[in-house]
C-alpha cells in the first residue's frame, strides 16, 4: 500500500519558498481561533523516516505558536506507566479544547515495534488495532481533530542519505544510529507497518501517507493539510455524530416492566452481633488480601453507584479501616473541575488508575455519563448513548491489564430512601448532606430504574459484573460488600 | 523531648462517646465551611504509632467527609520520582485550597528513616531539615492550615502491645512486622526523631506532640485540634505575612541609578555568514551534548524571560532544532489556569520538572511573580517580597538534585522594542502579537529595570547565575544562547 508514496512527488524550493509565508499566516490565524475553539486538535506523525519527523515537527513549531502546542515523543513506558493499561500513558497527555497535541510515533509506533519484536503475537496485535480503533473513534465522537501522518520514505531513498551522512559528517548529526536501524529492519518491519497502518485507517480516522524523499513536497503537504482541516473544523462544526456499533440498542423494557433491580431481594438483614462477628472476619481478610495482592502487584478499582442515601459512605467506611492507608486511595467523583472539562469526560477517570497492588476507590464514577447525566440532560443523547461502548473499551483495558474491577449498585427500596432522608434531618452533622435537589430526584425514581437496568443489561460483563447490593440494612450491604471483594481477591490470588 | 508525652494521659470511654457527636457536627460544619474558603489544610500525622496513624485516619474518615479529604501514605519513592527533587513528590499531591490533604509521616518521615538508614550523613540531614523548614513556611505563608502531630508511644507501651497480638492473633492483623521493626529500632530512632521534630517545630507550624497510649485520648485531641485550628482560621482570616528572612532587603538603587541592565552591551552583532556557521557548529555541539546528557541522565531546565519582542520564540526554536523531539519539553506560561490557582504559585512549575536527562524550556517562568505580578499588582507586596526566598528554595533543590538549571534574559532597549512592534504590524501573521497591553508595557520600562535589577541581584546565584543576553541583534542572541548552554552541559559532563 506505500506504493503509492514512492512515485517521486516533489516541489521546488522556489515555489515552496513562495507558499510558505501566506501559509504561515493563515496558520497562526486559525490557531489563534481554535484557542476559542471547543476541540482539541490531534495531530499522530509516524512513519519509517525519523529525521522527516523531526523535520516536519521543527517546521510546525516555525509556522504555529509552539505556546499552545504540546509534542509527545515518548520512549520506552516509565515503571509508572507499565504498572496501568497501556493507553493510560497516551490519556494522560491529551490535549485539552483549543490546544494542538503532536504525538511522534504514538500508539501505532509503539504496536509496530512490540510486533517486530516479537512482543506481541499476531491475536494480541488484532486486539491492540481493536483498541486503537475504538480509541480514536472515541476521541473524535468527542470532537477532537484527528490527523494522522505517515511518513514513507523508500528503501533506496534511506541508503542514500545514510551514505551521504557519512561522507559529511560534520552535518551528519540529523542521522542518527536508529536510522541505520532502520533500514536493517526495513524489509521485515514494512508488511507489519502496512498492516497495522490499513486496518487503523478509518473513516473517523484515515491515515494520510506522506511520501517523505523530498522535504517541500512533504512539509508543505503535511501543513496544508492541518490548515485546511483545521479551517474547514473551525468553520463547519462537526456534525452530530450518531452512537456507532451497540449503541443501536434501546431500552428493551416499557414503563411498566420490572427491572433488574426488582430481583434484589431487599428483605435481606444481618442482626447486631452476626454483624459484627462478620465484619471482624472479613475485615480482618481483607486485611491479609489486600496485603497480598500488594506484593503481587494485583490492583482492585472498586466503583461504588447507589441512590441518595443508599448508605455508600458507610460502606466505603467499612472497607477502608481493614486495609492499609498506603495501600488505598479513595476518589470522590463532584462536578468536573475547568481542566477535566476541557477533555473527554473519561479522562478525569483514566488519570487517577491506581498503581500495581494497590486499591483505589470511586465514590461515583464514570457511571454518572448514562444516570444523572442522561436523566438530567448534561450529556446530549449522542453522548450519552455512545458511552456505553466508552464505558466498556474502558473497562476491557483495564481488566486486559489485569486489575481487579468491582462494581457496585447499592440498592435500597423508595420508602426507605424518604426514611434516611428524615432521619438525616434530624442528626445535625448530616444535615448539610439534604438538599432540595434529594427530593427532586426522587420523582425521577423510575426514570432512574429505566437507566439503571440498560446499564446493567449493557455495562455487566463477564470481566466487570455489577453487584446489586441489598441495602434496606446497612449492616448486611457493608459485609456483602467486604465478603464480595474478598472472594474476587482470593480467586484472582488463587 | 517526648517525655511530656509519657504522663499517662487518659480519657474514659464513656466521657469520649459523649463528646465525639458533637465533634463531628461541628467538624463536618467546619468542613463545610471550608470548602468556599480561600486555603487549603494540611495535615502531618507521623510518630512510632503505627496503629495509632492508622486508627486516627479512619476516625477521620468518620468524623469527616472523605469527598473533601486526600490521604497521601507514600511508600518508597518511584522511578518517575526518583528523577525529580525530593519534594517533587509532595508539591504534586499538595491539596487545592477548599481542600484537606493528610500526609502519613511525610516529609520527616522519610528523613528519618534515611538518617536511621546512614543514607543522609548529619550534615545533609541539617540541609534537608532546612528544606522542609523553609518548604512548611511557604505553604504556610500562602495561607495552607499546616497541623503537624507527633504520635509518641512509649516502649513498654508498644512492647505491651506487641505481646497482645500474639496473644489473640484473631484481632492481630493490625500488627504488622512493621511494629517489630519499629520495636528493635527504638532507641536508635528515638533521638533522631527528637532531632528532627525539634528542628521542624517553628513559631508557623509548631508539631504537636500526642500521647498515642490511650487512643481516645490520642484521637479526642487530635481531633479537637484539628476543629479548633480550622474554626479560628475560618473566622479571624490569617494575617498578613510579613516578608521573611531577605526579605527585609530592599532595593539599594535609586530612580535614576544604573541598573545591571546598562552593563549589557547592546551593540554586540553577528553577521550573516559567520551567523550561519556558528550556529551549525553550536547546533551540531548541542545536538551531541544532549545526547550524552540524556544517557547520564544530566537534566537540563532553561528559563527564558525579556522583554515583548525580544526574540524569545525565535531563541527557542534553535534550541530545539538541534535537539531530538523525545529529549525536550516547552512550556509556555500563561495566565494559570482553574486548578492552578488553587495551589501555591510554585506548584505549577514543579508539576512539570523534567525526568532525568530530559531539557525542558519554560518560555516565561516563576519569574513572572517578580516582575509582571509585582508591577502589574497581580500579587500583593508581601506575596512578591517573599518571592524571592521562594524562587531561591526552589532552585536550590534544582541544583541539589543534580539539574543544570540555565536562566536567560533577553535584553533590548526601547528604541529597538518600537522597531520590532512596527515590524510585526506589517508582518500578517505575527500581527496577533500585538495588543494594547505591549504599549502599556512600554510606559513601565524603568520599573521593569528595577524589578529586574532587584531580580537578578537576589536570584542570580553560584548554582544559577542569570545570564543577560544583548539582543538587539537576534543572530547574536540565538547564538549566545546555545554556546552558553553548550558551555555548561560540557563543563557538567565532564
Redesign the interface.
Known sequence: MFEAAEVGHKIRKAEYETLV?QL??D???AQ?DLRQADFPVIIVIAGNDRAG??DI??KL??VM????M??N???PP???ELERPRFWRYWRRLPPRGRIGIF?GAWVGALIRERFDSTLNPMQVRQQIDHIRRFEEHLVNDGALLLKFWLHLPKQELKKRLKQARKHP??G??V?TEDWEIYSRYDKVLPIAEQVVRETSTGEAPWHVVESTDPHYRNLHITRTILESLTRRLTQPQAVVSPSGNGQVVNTITEDDPTILDRVDLSKKLPRAEYRAQL?TY??QL??LTRQAREVGLASVLVFEGWDAAGK?GV??RL??AM???NF??V?I?AP???EKAHHYLWRFWRHLP?AGRVLIF?RSWYGRILVERIEGFASEPEWRRAYSEINAFEEQLSEHGVLLMKFWLHIDADEQMRRFQARLNT???K?KMTEEDYRNREKWRDYELALHEMVQRTSTEYAPWHLVAANNKPWARVEVLKLHCRQLKRRLG
Chains 1, 2 share one sequence.
Open positions: 509565508p504561515r499566516v496558520l497562526v490565524n489563534y519527523r523531526n515537527l521543527r513549531h516555525e505558536d509552539a505556546r499552545f504540546q509534542t515523543a515518548l520512549g516509565t515503571e509508572e511522534l560534520e552535518r548529526w540529523q542518527d471482624r475485615q480482618a486485611n491479609r459512605g466505603i467506611r477502608i479501616t492499609d492507608p498506603v486511595q479513595i470522590p463532584a473541575t475547568e481542566e498503581r465514590d445535625p452533622y448530616k448539610y
